[in-house]
Each structure stands twice: as C-alpha cells, then as structure tokens.
C-alpha cells in the first residue's frame, strides 16, 4: 500500500476513534480487537517496510520506542476515559479533557520520534505508525474492558 493511502487511513482511523471517544457509548465486548487487527494486518503487509535495512538498529530501536509510546498511549488512554453504569446494566464510556490531551501529546511525542529519525537518516514507512496505532488502539480496548468488569450494577437488586 502506498504512503499516501497508509497516511488516510492513518488519520480516518484516528477521526473516527476520536469522534467515538467524545461522544458516550456503551462499552460492550464484542469486536473490540477488530479495528486493530486491520490494522496490524496493514502494517505488516508491506512486509521489510518496517525496518530500514541502513540504518537496522536504529529503525529497530525507533520502532520499539515507537510501540512503548503506543502502549503507554493505549494504557493513559483508557484511564482518562470515564465509565458509569446506566440504571438497566449498561456500562458507558466517555472520553475526557484528559483523554484529548493524551491523544495531543501522544502525537507530539510521535512527530518528535520521526524528527529523530529523520534526524539519523533513518527512512520509517507508515505501517510503523499503523502498528503502533493498532498497539494503542488494542491496549486501550482491554483495558477500558477490564476497567468496565470491576464496576457493578449502579442500582440494587432485590432478592
């Protein structure tokens, strides 16, 4: 896939998890790891794309930081998100200022990294972004499920 497509659905996918994430929404399990197992698929498809074959330590090594940041991302991420249940049962999440903030930084910190890169002369495609997106969007979603398990029903039953 080329850049320039890998770039749109880079920023479709984050539009569209953003646009979710402010909005409330019923944290339900069904195909949480869906998105970021297209993405994985993606990223991976291109195959030697990941590392640059020049510079083999340094791409290894960018991309490991660019996966921690990913994962550090996926874990804040979740934990600024708000959850509550509703009075049928309904677990809910809504995503706060915080939230934003991480996804603002989160970026930041990303566009750091490739300036780093590019700083060495090392060449990153953009299936390291999708993979590190994948690996955020993954995380997140466990954890916001985890999360949304330790919380009972808002209302008492009556036995």
Known sequence: MSGLVNALVILAVIGVVLARQLRPRAVAGGRWWLMPAVLLVLAIRDG???IDGQHEHAAVTLLAAELVIGAVMGIVWATTTHLWTESDGRVMAKGTKAT???WVLGIAVRVGLYAVASAVG????????LLAVAATLLIRSGVLFWRAQSLG???RTVS
Do not use: E, F, M
């Open 100 to 102: 934003l903030a991480v």
């Open 48 to 50: 030697g794309g990941l």
């Open 122 to 129: 090392v060449h990153q495609s953009s299936s390291s972004v």
């Open 153 to 155: 029903p808002s209302y």
